[in-house]
């Protein structure tokens, strides 16, 4: 490669690591593959986990070797893959011991249905299997991958309770079409998934067993078929703050006007367009929940008139007279229930932030209120939260959106009330 060649490529890879958070950084991950089809997917999470600064260890079992070649996860990890207990280029031979100590992680994926019979029954025939029984506190999370009828066997699902009552960590599988034709659970989890099992994994568990209803977006009040009074909001900040809930071990629902972000990965969402919309569904899963979280712009009122029919420019004889009803008010009517969640209101203001946000949190009745200024939080990833409660006023590090959503999450935690907090 000439030396421009390799400026452009340290250019890139230094806007890269700008623009992607180093969630693994120092981060050592033992990767073990084991025979299954869906070894290919691994070559993809290997690129995107060194991206996110992990060091990764490959380990491979001879059967994943029939799937993808060590050449492929050794380019991709820059590290020499292990598959013999006998690997002769480990000074002490002891590579079943090496490896996972001062490791963060044991990640099996794809873990066959073999695979997982030997974990069960603390098997060591070969230098995977042989480090698992060897890892001592090394956490391990597997990411089974097999055929519908073999995840269902008895046998197997046997052993996938006696490897969680052994504390491994199981990732998925997940439901859909299979290698093999048919269509079921038992296919791995995507790498994306994995990745962000993994980076959750690393994450204090504050919320756990908690369940966290969360709304987020803009809400969208039709006037016609094909016209909409909407805002600006574009749903980022409540859906970091779902993506954090979850990672510190809650339960989370998502009710989310329209946005086109993706469901951070363990979330259930609930697709709604108008206030209305949003409150009902809001409504239906309030009592059940532990902590509401009010992220969305709702919109406070919508349209009386609107029309079934497409409003015609000339029919309407200039501009059309809209009549506007208000909407409900989701958080105050959440707060105000008997037995209802510890609620979080959002407000995002565009002046005197300090007196409108106090007032809002006073009139809406919550125990907390999370302040920011609206010309911030538009479009932006860097986001700069101020707590309102009765104690007074705390302001949070700006940041980007997802660690400020993880330091929002941890000072929720502290507060929920204890018998809540379990
Ligand atoms: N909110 C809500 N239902 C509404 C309006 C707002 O649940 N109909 C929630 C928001 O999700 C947020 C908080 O109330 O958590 C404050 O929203 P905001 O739009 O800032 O306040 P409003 O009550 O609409 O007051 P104003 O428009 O006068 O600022």
Redesign the pocket.
Known sequence: MNSCAGAVKDANASNRESRIMLELANKRIVLGLTGGIACYKLAEFVRRAGEHGATIDVVMTPAATQFITPVTMQALSGRPVFIDPWDARVPNNMAHINLTRGADAILIAPASTDFMAKLAHGMADDLLSTLCVARGDCPLLIAPAMNREMWLNPATQRNVALLRQDGVQLLGPAEGEQACGEVGSGRMIEPDQILAELIAFFQPKVLEGQRVLI?AGPTSERIDPVRVITNRSSGKTGFAIAQAAREAGAEVILISGPTPLPTPYGVTRIPVES?RQMHAAVMQHASSSDVFI?????A?WHVVNRSDQKLKKTAAGGAPQLEFGP?????AEVAALQTGPWCV????ETENLVE?AEA?RRR?GVPLLVGNLAQHVMDADITELVLFEDAGRTSLTPQPKLQAARALVREIARRLPKTNNT
């Open positions: 709304t206030a009010s992220v969305a712009a709702v406070d909407n409900p008010d989701i958080l209101g959002f407000a995002a409108h809002k809406k």
